[in-house]
């Protein structure tokens, strides 16, 4: 199976390529375009700020080639989060693919949301043999609204979408390299998908 990381510059590269490795899996890190098009699956990952990451993708092309994908994509958090319409950090137009927009948490809880906090209302594959209201590791100050693609929720000052589904991409909001065997077992199930 060739597995491509979409390295565009925003964060968490190392150890989502350290959790592919530990379930006996080489990913390969790759901004080349043909790389990421002739991939089996695709993460697309984001730690940082939504504007700057958008135009890092903007100048490498990428902002117009991963929406056309047509394999597994899977977006992990900020990743997650671009591919949504709209963020209000750095307002920042998304890539549009969850029909949904990013918010900003309140200033009545603390920001950014960072630790563990529960997932429920599951429904897709991506949580086979997941139960609810598993404890998933998360770091973040905007989320996506809850919404139709929405395929697990999240409570932190209001429910929230903590996963998307649309078609063959997948979003969750949480880490799943750093959510211990819960969130193995995630990347395992989108690997399976």
């Not at 790759?30 to 890092?56: C, L, Q, Y």
């Not at 200033?107 to 598993?134: A, C, H, R």
Request: hydrophobic share 40%.
């Amino acid at each position: 199976m060739k597995l491509v990381i979409i390295d565009y510059g925003a964060g968490n590269i190392k150890s989502i390529q350290f959790a592919f490795k530990r379930l006996g899996y080489d990913a390969i890190l790759s901004n080349n375009i043909n790389e990421i098009r002739t991939a089996d699956k695709i993460i697309f990952p984001g730690v940082g700020e939504a504007s700057s990451a958008m135009k890092m993708l903007e100048e490498s092309g990428l902002d117009k080639i991963i929406p056309t994908l047509k394999q597994p994509v899977l977006g992990i958090c900020l990743g997650m989060q671009l591919m949504c319409n709209y963020s209000a950090e750095g307002n920042t137009k998304g890539l549009g693919i969850f029909n949904v927009d990013v918010k900003r948490f309140s200033n009545t809880v603390k920001v950014p949301q960072m630790g563990w906090n529960v997932v429920y209302n599951l429904k897709s594959d991506l949580f086979s043999g997941i139960k609810e209201k598993e404890f998933m590791y998360l770091v973040h100050s905007f989320y996506a609204e809850s919404c139709d693609e929405a395929i697990a929720k999240t409570d932190y000052e209001i429910e929230y979408a903590s996963a998307l589904q649309k078609d063959n991409f997948y979003g969750v909001q949480f880490h799943p390299e750093k959510s211990g065997i819960e969130g193995s077992k995630i990347l395992e199930n989108f690997l399976n998908l």
